[in-house]
């Protein structure tokens, strides 16, 4: 097995998306790329919630790292508690911007507890010593996930051989992360990096054209061999052998092994488990929803003018009615294996998440 320090060196990301600058946050406006290069300043947690609302940064971990941030410059006011109550008004505009990706939540909820520890036990004197803590905490945020995506890189290695082509969903590389390597890209990104020949289907991903925009960019920009396919390519790609595993990222996945991703996946999920070929989740333990069932959760639903437009350009009767749900869920027994950064998960998933991610 590789180690970490070999992936480090092997892998030198290119794409960061989210730059932190002490007293604003810069983000690469995803809705414009690759056609635009524009980063978008934001110095308030409303103007990262609306970014986040409207996708100039998207992808569950993306979105956590965000709102990390987010909450830091929510820490605001004349002493401790204002500072706190605002954070905590912030904390609730972070979480309604989007309602699937539970690294969001996940995210807000670590950076209020630690503020609120820190403030009971003494730890920090005043709104200055609060804001440092809080900036250190959202760092730590962001540099626990390089490393985390690191080691599912590792663990997905293993399941790929030289000469594979991976099939995935959306984007879930390093645009989708924040750090440049990304969840369910990192296998074939770190494969690529020592060397191995492999490649990798890129679904175009309609409406948001997240495959065809973010993905495709992304790995010509790392230098990884990638097909674009229609959405509605998949089942004959999986069909004539052409990929020997599916890869994709989760926005939660619950503790009975349920994966939510962007919607399209549990279509590659059936097909692949149909044909044989394995189909992997990857996402680092953040993602993971250990309180919901199916039932709880909301598949959001976002405006149907994505749909009857592509890019402003009229693709179907103005006035056509639209159901757009933008992520979809995968029922266990589709699902091979959810790859973590703690190992690769396998079933029976009631049995076996809890063993992993509560490490
Ligand atoms: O709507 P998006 O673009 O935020 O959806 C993103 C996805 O579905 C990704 O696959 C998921 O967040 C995992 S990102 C590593």
């Not at 092997?10 to 690759?34: G, M, N, R, Y």
């Not at 309604?96 to 995210?107: C, F, H, M």
Request: charged share 25%; aromatic share 6%; hydrophobic share 40%.
């Amino acid at each position: 097995m590789v180690t970490l320090e070999e992936a480090k060196n092997a892998f030198k990301p290119k794409l960061k998306p989210i730059e932190w600058k002490k007293d604003s946050l810069l983000l690469l406006d995803q809705s414009l790329l690759p056609f635009q290069t524009v980063w978008v300043k934001l110095t308030d947690p409303e103007g990262v919630a609306s970014s986040i609302k409207n996708m100039q940064v998207r992808g569950a971990p993306a979105i956590g790292i965000t709102a990390s941030y987010g909450m830091v410059l929510s820490v605001r006011g004349d002493n401790l508690d204002e500072a706190i109550s605002s954070m905590r008004k912030a904390k609730a505009v972070l979480d309604s911007a989007r309602p699937t990706a539970v690294n969001l939540s996940w995210a807000t909820s670590r950076m209020l507890e630690k503020a609120n520890l820190a403030v009971e036990q003494g730890e920090v004197k005043d709104v200055n010593e609060l804001r440092e803590l809080m900036e250190r905490e959202a760092n730590s945020v962001f540099e626990e996930e390089l490393e985390a995506e690191l080691k599912m890189g590792i663990y997905g290695l293993e399941k790929i051989n030289s000469g594979d082509a991976v099939l995935t969903q959306c984007n879930a590389g390093g645009l989708a992360t924040g750090t440049g390597l990304g969840t369910a890209l990192a296998p074939v990104k770190l494969a690529h990096a020592l060397g191995m020949d492999v490649s990798v289907f890129a679904p175009e991903t309609r409406p948001w054209l997240q495959g065809s925009r973010l993905t495709v960019y992304e790995l010509m920009t790392d230098g990884v061999k990638t097909t674009l396919i229609t959405d509605t390519a998949v089942g004959l790609v999986m069909y004539k052998g052409m990929v020997q595993s599916v890869m994709v990222g989760a926005d939660r996945i619950l503790s009975d092994g349920h994966v939510y991703n962007k919607i399209g996946t549990f279509k590659e999920a059936v097909i692949a488990h149909e044909m044989g070929i394995p189909f992997f989740a990857l996402a680092p333990t953040s993602t993971f929803d250990m309180k919901n069932r199916v039932e709880d959760v909301k598949i959001e639903e976002r405006d149907p003018n994505e749909v009857r437009y592509i890019r402003g350009v009229p693709v179907a009767p103005a006035e056509v009615e639209v159901y757009n749900p933008v992520f979809d869920v995968t029922p266990p027994k589709y699902v091979t294996g959810i790859i973590t950064e703690n190992g690769i998960i396998y079933p029976p998933f009631e049995k076996n998440v809890r063993k992993i991610v509560e490490r």
